[in-house]
C-alpha cells in the first residue's frame, strides 16, 4: 500500500534552515504529483509547494518563495523540502502528499489522496 514517512522536523531558531523527507512506497514514485502542505494550530492547512516528479516543475506558495526549495531523489524515491531563512510564523506540522492518478496538471488545486503523519517544525524568534 501507499506509504509516505516524513522526517526532518524539529526545533530552530528564527534564520536557521531544516531540511524535511518524505520516503515514499507502494506505488510509481516517478508518475506522481507530491507536494507539501503544513498547519499551524487553529489555521487552516495551506499548501507550500508541488513538484510533478516526471518533469520536476514546482510551484511555491509567495508565503515561502525564495526561501524553501522542493527538490527528489527518484532513485530514493523520496521528496525533500529545503527550508532556508526560517521565521516563527513557519512553525506548524509539515506534511508530505501524493497523487498518483493520471493528471493534466500538478498544482495545489490536486485532490491528494495520499498522505503522511506529519512532521512538527518549531521556529524561535
Known amino acids: 500500500q501507499v506509504q509516505l514517512v516524513e522526517s526532518g522536523g524539529g526545533s530552530v531558531q528564527a534564520g536557521g534552515s531544516l531540511r524535511l523527507s518524505c520516503a515514499a512506497s507502494?506505488?510509481?514514485?516517478?508518475?506522481?504529483?507530491m507536494a507539501w502542505f503544513r498547519q499551524a494550530p487553529g489555521k487552516e492547512r495551506e499548501g507550500i509547494a508541488t513538484?510533478?516528479?516526471?518533469?520536476?516543475?514546482?510551484n511555491y506558495a509567495d508565503s515561502v518563495k525564495g526561501r524553501f526549495t522542493i527538490s527528489q531523489d527518484n532513485a530514493k524515491n523520496t521528496l525533500y523540502l529545503q527550508m532556508d531563512n526560517l521565521k516563527p510564523e513557519d512553525s506548524a506540522m509539515y506534511y508530505c502528499?501524493?497523487?498518483?492518478?493520471?493528471?493534466?496538471?500538478?498544482?495545489?488545486?490536486?485532490?491528494?489522496?495520499?498522505w503522511g503523519q506529519g512532521t512538527q517544525v518549531t521556529v524561535s524568534s
Open positions: 507502494g506505488y510509481a514514485f516517478t508518475r506522481s504529483c
Open positions: 502528499a501524493a497523487e498518483r492518478a493520471v493528471l493534466s496538471s500538478c498544482n495545489f488545486r490536486v485532490r491528494f489522496h495520499y
Open positions: 513538484m510533478w516528479i516526471r518533469d520536476e516543475s514546482t
